[in-house]
């Protein structure tokens, strides 16, 4: 059972990525699926949720109309989009795979059984 997240790398602020995280092991699409991360000597944050079923999403405010989460159970795979870039998103990005047993989508750590190990996002301004 993984999630590998790719897509990460440099780029220039006003510039996009899309981040891509994959499964094995399992299909995605009974998960809620999130991206959060990490920037250094700051704690692990929630940027994105989307829920197992169609509709429900979440951005943090930080992101919102910059980034889109979507999700291909088809290729089982979730990915963000990002756009219009900004140094403040320079971070690890780190997607994670939660069975929605309470909760649409949750931005808590904690209710994320699978995570993936983490993608290098540098914006430079």
């Known amino acids: 059972v993984q999630l590998q997240a790719s897509g990460g790398g440099l780029a220039q602020a006003g510039g996009s990525l899309r981040l891509s995280c994959v499964a094995s092991?399992?299909?995605?699409?009974?998960?809620?699926l999130a991206w959060f991360r990490q920037a250094p000597g700051k704690e692990r944050e929630a940027v994105s949720c989307?829920?197992?079923?169609?509709?429900?999403?979440y951005y943090a405010d930080s992101v919102k109309n910059r980034f889109i989460i979507s999700r291909d159970n088809g290729k089982n795979t979730v990915y963000l989009q990002m756009n219009n870039l900004e140094p403040e998103d320079t971070a690890v990005y780190y997607c994670?795979?939660?069975?929605?047993?309470?909760?649409?989508?949750?931005?808590?750590?904690?209710?994320?059984?699978?995570w993936g190990r983490g993608t290098q996002v540098t914006v430079s301004s």
């Open positions: 994670a795979a939660a069975l929605p047993i309470r909760f649409l989508i949750s931005t808590e750590e904690h209710d994320y059984a699978f």
């Open positions: 989307i829920s197992s079923t169609p509709g429900t999403t």
């Open positions: 092991g399992f299909t995605l699409d009974l998960y809620a």
